[in-house]
């Protein structure tokens, strides 16, 4: 069959749906995207309050491979590191990579927005109000609440965390799931430009105020606002339940983030109005049933501490496009493959956002954390290609998410020993880089 | 209010909605059972040919607590030990514990019949053809796919693996879940009676034939039949996939079960016409949302390798009944302390049974394995309060499952010493057994 008379169902018209179908249309398929909200362009512009989030290397390279790197890179913030707050207010800026790398708070509406209208402009045809309540999984056909029935060749779950295509999948034989939430949920609060219409902290930093269990942090948004977020245990001494009040908000913001206070106004009104939301992990095998496959979310949900949600599923885009480069044309075995090669990606992002938690709240403000930082950067420097820090290996390069885990793994053994030498603190400049590097390759 | 006006709503009339039906009801509440199915008992008599269980300890423990056991073990049949059948056709009898100690093989159908005659006999109402397709957590009102609609003071889920509950709490926010599928299938076939009337092998063990990566077990039925279960992985070299003509059967089976063949007189029509089916594990927590919880399969469905999935429920309905006994009533506390003891129970026999297939497979075949069972029982018979075997832990007290799977684990540590000493198959007898009990309780 011409592929161009082939048709592609994909649920789900945010950032990775979206994508998708761009790539998809690209080379010559027939899209439809059923989405099952209205159309958020409709409902006026979307303002720099909007999540924002963090866009790095794989995001952008997926991006660059349907055209669209340069037009998104404009509204980009770029944050070459983190920009850490202690109790006193004392800040310390921790690079994230080397001269030249950063990562992009970009707005998460402003994306979306602007990757729907490069889908329609590339002939997509996205269904609004549809919500996807029925599957067949042989012949691609999706069902809506509002009665109507699409037919395709392929169907493409990319229809989030929650996803409709996952849900008919977990009521199949075999299907491994689980769904897991961590203890700790988040809350959004606003730091507004200040009145002379400047940004009220550096904008070039990921800001973090790591709190041990609980964490603030803040990325800079266009309209010289910052969108901070509340990490913050649901249950417990402090926590979600026990701060109810105002006065239980004004005691523990002043005691813990005492400098980020008189850059938030509406903090009370906020921290009690403003909803609490929970922080999931989805895994899933397979991904692939029949005519059908999961992509982004909907496949591998994960908590947002590495800044590698969206990276992850703009990535799962960018591998599928490549095998259908491949393979020619989408079928059983381009699905099977596809499968195959990011499952345990997905895995892996999966239980690094994990782990970045704890580096985030807690780790950064350790002084071995910011010694293993500068004694992983001299290696990189002296071995650019032989040692590479893990966070780098996720955020700035395309290393398969499962191979940096692994790598990752071998490089924090190394430097658990280094980092236990006696008189490391002085000595670190010392060190034999060398042999520590053919510690890696042995 | 008086918990005799108290109106209990339980899902699913299998062996545990049946068994926490009786509990309840010999407490005075007022109980009503919704069964999705029709009643199995006006499709005519259960025959031998319906699918055995092992009974132990902790399901007659539970029995007797509703004073159920002795009229439920005339239809049991003891099996005090495996009968390993090697490939040329050689027995082992290996005893599960000590002498009179034994567990049950029992028919899963006369069972439930049994116990709903029981629930019956105690004023429960049961609902036949009444599928619950929604459930209101907060007023424990569930709702049926006929239209009815029933309203409680509580509502149990012991509507098994796919619980229509759990189903509805997955939909939640916080809710943790996973199912996981194993590689292996089943597929049951069936040992007649011999011309003569007679037990085809002998009908006091449990039999396995262990295989490595597949095994063949049999449990006698009253009718003297026998029913086999092929557990088999459904993918690879050997398995469901791969054996697929009456000829495969035949060669396969000769090859590798040739003294179990001469009894099994339909095997190739069954091999080839009965269903092959998936063995999940499920965990999830909470098993308590609002006037609602989930009791045995329902909250932690186990794969069959201890034989404990029925004992783990009745364990279940047991301790709820303890804990009615100390609350007096029903209600959040009773739930809260019900799942704060359950979960970690149910996580552990769940591990339990995973590892025990790799056991029965493979390691029941092994020369240290069975030197292992006889320094155990030396050590138990020397230190029976201080050294018991994990089989017997788990089988034959009713020791919390997390306790046993923690002792078990540290007992295994010590055996893995004792066993990789030289020579150990001759100088076992001359171990130093007490400086071994001495290590358990270091």
Same mark, same amino acid.
């Given at each position: 069959m011409d592929k161009a008379q082939q048709k592609i169902s994909i649920l789900g018209a945010g950032l990775v749906g979206s994508l998708l179908s761009i790539s998809l249309a690209k080379r010559g398929y027939n899209v439809t995207i059923f989405e099952?909200?209205?159309?958020?362009?409709? /409902?006026?512009?979307?303002?720099? *309050?909007?999540?924002?989030?963090?866009?790095?290397?794989?995001?952008?390279?997926?991006?660059? =491979?349907?055209?669209? +790197?340069? +037009?998104?890179? @404009?509204?980009?913030?770029?944050?070459? %590191?983190?920009?850490?707050?202690?109790?006193?207010?004392?800040?310390?800026?921790?690079?994230?990579?080397?001269?030249?790398?950063?990562?992009?708070?970009?707005?998460? %509406?402003?994306?979306?927005?602007?990757?729907?209208?490069?889908?329609?402009?590339?002939?997509?045809?996205?269904?609004?109000?549809?919500?996807?309540?029925?599957?067949?999984? =042989? $012949? &691609?056909?999706?069902? !809506?609440?509002? %009665?109507? $029935?699409?037919?395709?060749?392929?169907?493409?779950? %990319?229809?989030? &965390?929650?996803?409709?295509?996952? =849900?008919?999948?977990?009521?199949?034989?075999?299907?491994?799931?689980?769904? @897991?939430?961590?203890?700790?949920?988040?809350?959004?609060? $606003?730091m507004p430009a200040t009145a002379n219409g400047d940004y009220a902290i550096d904008p070039s930093a990921l800001h973090i105020w790591?709190?041990?269990?609980?964490?603030?942090?803040?990325?800079?948004?266009?309209? +010289?606002? !910052?969108?901070?977020?509340?990490?913050?245990?649901?249950?417990? +001494?402090?926590? !979600?339940?026990?701060?109810?009040?105002? /006065?239980?908000?004004?005691?523990?913001?002043?005691?813990?983030?005492?400098?980020?206070?008189?850059h938030l106004p509406n903090l009370k009104k906020e921290f009690l109005e403003n909803p609490t939301s929970s922080l999931i992990t989805v895994r899933c095998d397979p991904w692939v049933k029949g005519k059908t496959a999961l992509i982004g979310d909907s496949a591998h949900a994960i908590v947002p501490f590495y800044g590698q949600g969206m990276n992850s599923g703009f990535e799962d885009?960018?591998? !599928?496009?490549?095998?259908?480069?491949?393979?020619?044309?989408?079928?059983?075995?381009?699905?099977?493959?596809?499968?195959?090669? *990011?499952?345990?990606?997905g895995n892996a992002i999966a239980d690094l956002a994990l782990y970045n938690f704890i580096e985030m709240r807690?780790?950064?403000?350790?002084?071995?954390?910011v010694l293993q930082k500068k004694i992983e950067k001299k290696l990189n420097q002296l071995y650019p290609e032989k040692w590479i820090p893990l966070y780098s290996m996720v955020t700035f390069s395309d290393l398969r998410y499962s191979e940096a885990i692994a790598r990752g793994n071998k490089q924090q053994a190394i430097m658990d020993d280094v980092l236990?030498?006696? /008189?490391?603190?002085?000595?670190?400049?010392?060190?034999?880089?060398?042999a520590i590097i053919d510690e890696v390759h042995q």
């Open positions: 099952r909200r209205p159309d958020m362009r409709k /409902a006026g512009a979307i303002g720099g *309050r909007s999540i924002n989030l963090a866009l790095s290397h794989r995001g952008l390279k997926a991006l660059e =491979n349907v055209g669209l +790197k340069d +037009k998104i890179q @404009e509204s980009c913030i770029p944050m070459p %590191g983190r920009m850490i707050h202690d109790v006193e207010g004392n800040l310390d800026f921790q690079p994230y990579g080397k001269e030249g790398e950063f990562i992009n708070s970009v707005s998460r %509406g402003g994306l979306n927005w602007l990757l729907m209208n490069e889908a329609e402009a590339n002939g997509v045809q996205i269904m609004f109000e549809h919500k996807c309540i029925d599957v067949d999984f =042989n $012949t &691609a056909t999706s069902v !809506f609440d509002n %009665g109507n $029935t699409a037919e395709a060749d392929f169907l493409f779950g %990319g229809d989030g &965390a929650f996803s409709a295509l996952r =849900n008919a999948m977990q009521k199949t034989d075999r299907f491994n799931f689980s769904q @897991e939430y961590i203890s700790a949920g988040y809350k959004e609060l $606003t790591p709190r041990g269990e609980y964490m603030l942090i803040a990325l800079p948004n266009l309209d +010289k606002s !910052f969108t901070c977020t509340l990490f913050f245990p649901f249950e417990g +001494k402090t926590s !979600f339940e026990s701060i109810r009040t105002e /006065a239980d908000v004004e005691v523990f913001f002043h005691e813990k983030f005492k400098d980020a206070v008189p885009c960018h591998v !599928f496009d490549q095998l259908l480069e491949k393979h020619g044309k989408i079928n059983d075995d381009l699905l099977k493959e596809y499968q195959a090669l *990011r499952i345990p990606d807690d780790k950064v403000a350790d002084e071995k954390f236990s030498r006696p /008189a490391i603190e002085k000595d670190w400049k010392n060190l034999d880089f060398e």
